[in-house]
């Protein structure tokens, strides 16, 4: 494998840089990667390719020019005056700013309108076009980037795929003050109530619910409301006594349905409809073309035979010469797309809801110091160098530094590991994690989207939107089957027209329709549907929460799984894991327990409260503590009847010149290299034993990863801890490939870095730290037991927490994909047979025509064999 890397000029948005990966990636055994702040191709190939080879592929899609990477070539300034007057432009510059045309018309990729050249510039400027950021929360742009970075005012549809545009979310807190006595008095900053004068209270502004969303929502509804009356009123009569026709005569039957059908195929399904005809224009045909193709036809020929049934030739309509009409077909057909529809809606609301959840945990108001005055303001309001007081107990507001006091810091948020951080003065902290039991005074250096924070929360919505939808099943074999099936019916209405039989139009028409018709895709839209509702259900029973098919669909292609540490291998949980007496003469295991939770029940740091656990495990009695005090970074000290205890590190026993003897230290520095933190007692100046706090591993991880790997799937596993730690628990469970102390953006990086190796990656972690991650990783996999914003970005969740159901999860997984490959061969088999039969292939030899009320017998077999298959599902197993 070839790897270079070139220069390359005339780029100057997103549409460049996906056509110049489309037109290089054209070639044969190339990849090529294009980086368009930088200007820069990764290009890997297996031929020898030269740039020759590479620029003439790029002079057929624009202006573009390929150079040495240490080239000192500039690209040529793109103007207007030397191109011909009478040159027009696509704006959207979909083959490239150099792609002109003579003379007026639309564009053949995206079919807008082409605009004279003389125009771009003022075209350039009035187009909305700015990356879609949190500069333009609110807006909506393509999750398949089909225009570039594009954005849009209002919901709908992208005008070229047809997908429903995404909104991109605001990244930062609204914050209202109000009075709690007077709920009346509002404002957008602290203050004192007008009427009673009592202080103002910070409230978060819940953003109301996507629009687009609620509009599915809404059409949803209608469209099913209106379409079980059309069913009921269509297969009513195949109950015994046929109970329809006794209440409603079939004239009178046809046109209600009709009037029910209308709401559904003209407001709330619409929208299917014009995908269709944007997909025809275009000619890239998908699953709406199908949609649009059948459930169209299917409504045409209806209406049709409702208003002119004496066109109908006898051998097309039933026993007592009614006609057969399609409008439940196509209520029916049309309201599960719209389901689909929304439930892709809501699984993208997902990642909103993650990036809210992270926005919220940054603090709504702070407390500024100048002088001996302080005053709190919205934290929106800080100012780099700014002095701000953080009091026990709350979230530190904006990243800083602290310049006076010390205290412990809860740091899980970033690094994902349970124990608080000691801070003195002159360490930094970070906006958002919070503070322990003391106060201290800390200056403000970053602010806004340049804290740590707000990086995280743009890393969650930039991976979020990095994953476009991937292309359905059904939408590969549309574009076949599409095109195959018109030219079917245009062939059928020749044939027939071409006959010379009686009632030759009325037959060529009809049976043209028919071959449309029995084409509708009712099993087509059932098949994949079925199976992932069932997969679902079946994953929820097993204690697997799935999002959306697209997870389960991309986890059989997983051969990579990259895992955090705490919380996920280990419990995220410290536990006392030893004891040991270095006076056994004096003291007791039992002793030496009790002493450190009584001086340790007073803390509320984590290695405390396991000492206290510990003891009230056992049973232990808790002794009186006086004179208590927390020794920042180093433990704690008091006075239990006649004894002054210390408890802490090696750092506190040196300062209070507490001997250990050698042994002992090598005792202490072996527990640490197994991954513990040791907690030395000293009881009047004298050393008298330790305890080992350590976060275990759950008891399934072992053998959860072994059989990951049996599988043929490497392991790697991604940690905020120190690196002695991670190469302990990396030892002890059997993974060789592991990085410690990352940040979330190194982990997003590790795995943007795999992906690019051409790895398909899944993520599994539980931390807030972990969320960029688990939404960068083409499988993100959150652990019930973790919190609440990694369950919102990944897109399954293990209820139990425990790494063994992700075995179970790939073995959904396949099972599902192949149970949809099951349904498509069932639907299409339908096709296959009832295509030939409505086109009048046997009338000739057996004087046979595929009857309506046939047809939708067989349409009807075919879906619930696709059901019936689905259901299969539910009785397969996972382990």
């Not at 006609?323 to 529809?341: D, N």
């Not at 990783?777 to 019930?784: K, L, N, S, T, Y």
């Not at 209820?799 to 639907?827: C, E, P, T, W, Y």
Request: aromatic content about 6%; overall charge negative.
């Amino acid at each position: 494998m070839i790897k270079t890397q070139y220069k390359l000029l005339g780029m100057t948005c997103s549409g460049c840089k996906a056509t110049v990966e489309r037109k290089l990636n054209e070639l044969e055994g190339v990849h090529a990667v294009v980086n368009l702040e930088q200007g820069l191709v990764d290009i890997e190939t297996e031929e020898a390719y030269g740039l020759p080879d590479y620029q003439k592929k790029l002079s057929d899609g624009g202006h573009y020019e390929i150079v040495e990477k240490e080239s000192t070539k500039q690209a040529q300034a793109f103007t207007i005056a030397d191109s011909p007057s009478h040159a027009y432009l696509c704006p959207m510059f979909c083959e490239g700013e150099g792609k002109t045309y003579g003379e007026k018309g639309r564009c053949p990729v995206c079919q807008m309108f082409l605009v004279p050249i003389e125009s771009i510039a003022e075209r350039r400027d009035t187009m909305t076009t700015a990356k879609p950021d949190h500069t333009k929360a609110g807006k909506y742009y393509c999750p398949m980037m089909c225009e570039g970075d594009k954005v849009y005012d209002a919901f709908g549809s992208c005008p070229v795929c047809g997908m429903n545009l995404e909104k991109i979310p605001a990244l930062t807190l609204s914050v209202t003050y109000s009075c709690p006595m007077h709920p009346e008095v509002q404002q957008d900053h602290p203050g004192n109530c007008a009427i009673c004068g009592m202080d103002l209270l910070a409230n978060q502004v819940d953003e109301k619910p996507d629009a687009g969303y609620l509009q599915l929502v809404r059409k949803f509804w209608l469209s099913v409301g209106f379409t079980l009356p059309v069913c009921v009123l269509a297969m009513g009569d195949m109950l015994p006594g046929a109970p329809i026709s006794r209440f409603i005569s079939p004239a009178t039957n046809s046109w209600i349905q009709f009037a029910f059908t209308l709401p559904v195929v003209f407001y709330s399904c619409w929208m299917f409809f014009q995908r269709a005809w944007t997909s025809f224009k275009t000619w890239k045909l998908n699953m709406f073309s199908l949609i649009g193709l059948g459930a169209g036809a299917a409504f045409l020929y209806s209406l049709i035979v409702l208003l002119f049934p004496q066109l109908l030739p006898a051998e097309l309509k039933g026993h007592h010469g009614q006609v057969a009409l399609y409008f439940e077909s196509v209520c029916v057909i049309l309201t599960l797309v719209l389901l689909g529809q929304l439930m892709e809606a809501r699984a993208h609301a997902k990642t909103n809801t993650a990036i809210k959840e992270l926005i919220r945990l940054s603090p709504a108001e702070a407390i500024r110091v100048i002088g001996k005055e302080e005053t709190k303001i919205p934290v929106s309001a800080i100012q780099i160098n700014d002095i701000l007081r953080v009091r026990p107990g709350d979230k530190i507001p904006i990243d800083g530094e602290i310049l006076e006091g010390h205290s412990s810091v809860d740091e899980s948020m970033i690094t994902g590991e349970p124990l608080p951080a000691e801070k003195n003065a002159g360490d930094p902290v970070i906006g958002g994690t919070i503070n322990g039991d003391h106060t201290f005074l800390m200056k403000a250096s970053h602010i806004g989207n340049d804290t740590l924070l707000a990086q995280i929360i743009q890393l969650v919505n930039d991976a979020s939107r990095s994953q476009a939808p991937i292309q359905k099943l059904t939408d590969k074999v549309s574009s076949i089957f599409v095109p195959v099936v018109i030219l079917i019916a245009l062939a059928t209405f020749i044939a027939w027209y071409s006959s010379g039989a009686d009632h030759r139009l009325a037959f060529a028409f009809t049976n043209m329709l028919a071959v449309l018709i029995v084409a509708c895709p009712c099993a087509l839209g059932l098949a994949t549907p079925m199976s992932v509702m069932v997969a679902i259900g079946k994953g929820a029973k097993n204690g697997i929460l799935i999002k959306n098919a697209e997870a389960l669909e991309r986890l059989q292609k997983v051969d990579t799984l990259i895992v955090d540490k705490t919380g996920t291998l280990t419990t995220g949980k410290p536990i006392v894991v030893a004891v040991h007496v270095a006076l056994p003469d004096k003291f007791k295991t039992d002793d030496i327990v009790q002493i450190a939770a009584s001086v340790n029940k007073s803390s509320a740091h984590p290695l405390a409260q396991a000492i206290v656990q510990q003891a009230k495990d056992k049973g232990i009695h808790l002794l009186d503590v006086t004179a208590f005090e927390n020794l920042s970074g180093k433990g704690v000290s008091g006075n239990i009847f006649h004894m002054a205890v210390l408890l802490g590190n090696q750092k506190l026993m040196e300062e209070n010149q507490i001997g250990i003897a050698a042994a002992a230290i090598e005792e202490i520095t072996q527990a640490q290299r197994e991954g513990s933190s040791v907690s030395l007692l000293a009881i009047d100046r004298q050393y008298v034993g330790w305890l080992a706090i350590k976060d275990e591993l759950k008891q399934t991880s072992i053998a959860a990863i072994r059989h990951i790997q049996e599988q043929g799937i490497a392991v790697h596993m991604f940690t905020g801890d120190n690196t002695h730690t991670a190469a302990t628990v990396a030892q002890k469970i059997g993974i060789d490939n592991y990085k410690a102390a990352m940040l979330p953006a190194d982990k997003l990086n590790g795995i943007k870095e795999l992906q690019q190796a051409g790895k398909t990656v899944a993520m599994a972690g539980d931390g807030i730290n972990d969320a960029p991650a688990l939404t960068r990783a083409d499988v993100g996999i959150a652990m019930g037991t973790g919190t609440d914003i990694a369950i919102q970005s990944a897109e399954l969740t293990l209820v139990k927490g425990d790494l063994k159901a992700v075995n179970k999860a790939i073995r959904l997984s396949h099972q599902m994909m192949r149970n949809i490959k099951q349904n498509l061969a069932f639907a299409f088999l339908y096709n296959v047979i009832g295509i030939p039969i409505a086109a009048g292939l046997l009338y000739p030899a057996f004087g046979i025509l595929l009857s309506p009320m046939l047809a939708a017998a067989a349409m009807s077999l075919s879906s619930v064999s696709v059901i019936l298959n689905a259901q299969r599902l539910n009785y397969s197993s996972l382990d």
